[in-house]
Structures are given as structure tokens and as C-alpha cells.
């Protein structure tokens, strides 16, 4: 049996940090500093910064119009579709030999380890597979949700290579990362159509003469140093 990536720790995490916030409001303010200080060593070891930082491929799935879709459906629709995409995605990616490191209810972050080593083509082509396959088999996925009652998923999928710091986290059982290059991936996420992927233009100079895809600009934008940052469409030729 697949295990969720859905796990305990998140509920337990937001009922932990309720609490606290409950308890902080009740006392006194003479008290408040005494928690503050304990909270703060706590938080500290939440996310631990390493100092490791490495050059990776960071993915991105995210779903269309969830919070709509899911407004309209029973708790127990809305957890089975969150959960159907989570881990047929999830499942998916690390076929491809992705590590999956966060998950936001609605999107999935994950990132291709042997990528660190800029010179092996293949694994940079296996990104882009990752991608493609979500896609294709999107029409299986669908038909499943729709004979359970559920509405259909549709997703954007976004890519990007470039600088990631590491950090432990009390949280995971992987490391997470941070970085710009997550953050621009992040970014450019919207700019996909739905049911397509698009790439940062530090991930195109890796992937531009592989054969079988065909990469489009479709839009510029401005974020810190880099000026003007192109976005690629993605199909198959």
C-alpha cells in the first residue's frame, strides 16, 4: 500500500502552534517573556539551516481553481481530491527519481537531486519526462476521480535549475529548500496554461537542444538581479 504523504505531523503541527497561541493570549504579560524565550528555542530547531547549498531542478505542480472546486464538495470529497492529487503526483515523481519535500494542500514542491551535476543531460531529461508523464496521464487520473464522484484535476507544472540551500526541519523527513530558484519556480507557475509546464530560462540553456520537445518564450518578468528572466511553454514535437 502506497503510504500518504499526507501525515500527521502538518494537524499536529497547526494544533500545537493553536495551542500555544491560546495559551500565550490567557496569561499574564509578566509571563510572557519567560514563553517567548522557550518558544524561540523551540522554533530554532524547527528549521535548522545546514550551510548546505547545491544547484538542482526544482518542480513545482500546482492545481487549477482548487478552493472553488472544493468549496462545493463534503469534506470527505474535498480530503479524497486533495489526497488523489497529492500522492498520484507525488507517486509520479519520484518514479522519475524526484524527492518530494513540501506539500501545500493545493501544490507539490519537489526537486531532482542527481541534477547537481550539470553535465548529465539525461537526468535533465528525465525533468522534463516527469512533466510530460503528469500530463499524459492526467486523462487516467480523471477518469478515476469521475467514477468516485469527484471533479476533474487540472494542474500547471512549473521548472527551474539553479542555486538551493538545504535545511532540516522537525517537520520532514527530508530536507527543505529555499532559495531564489524555488522562489522563481514558484513565480512562474501561473504563466503555464492549465494541463501545461513551463520552464525558467536557466533550466532552457540545459534542455533547449533536446530532441522531442519543442520550447516557446512566452513572457519576460523582473525579479531581483535578473533583469529580464524568460518563461518557456513546453510540448512534445
Known sequence: MTRSILDDHSDKTVQVVGDIVETINSIDKSRRKDIAFRLSNVLDNIVSFSGDSEYYCVCLVDLVNSTNITSKLSYTKACMYYGVFLNTMSIIAKEFGATVVKNGGDS???????????????????????????IELRDIIND?????????????????YGHVMLADSMTSFHKDIFGPTVNICS???????????????????????????NFKEIESFSIGHKHSYSVYSLSQR
Open 108 to 134: 507539490l514542491l519537489y526537486y531532482f537531486p542527481k541534477t547537481s551535476d550539470s553535465t548529465n543531460k539525461h537526468v535533465f531529461k528525465k525533468v522534463l519526462e516527469c512533466g510530460r508523464s503528469m
Open 187 to 213: 513565480k512562474i507557475n501561473s504563466m503555464a496554461i492549465p494541463n501545461t509546464m513551463v520552464i525558467g530560462g536557466d533550466m532552457y540553456q540545459y534542455v533547449k537542444d533536446m530532441k522531442g520537445y
Open 144 to 160: 478515476k476521480m469521475s467514477k468516485n464522484g469527484l471533479p476533474e484535476l487540472n494542474y500547471r507544472i512549473s521548472a527551474d
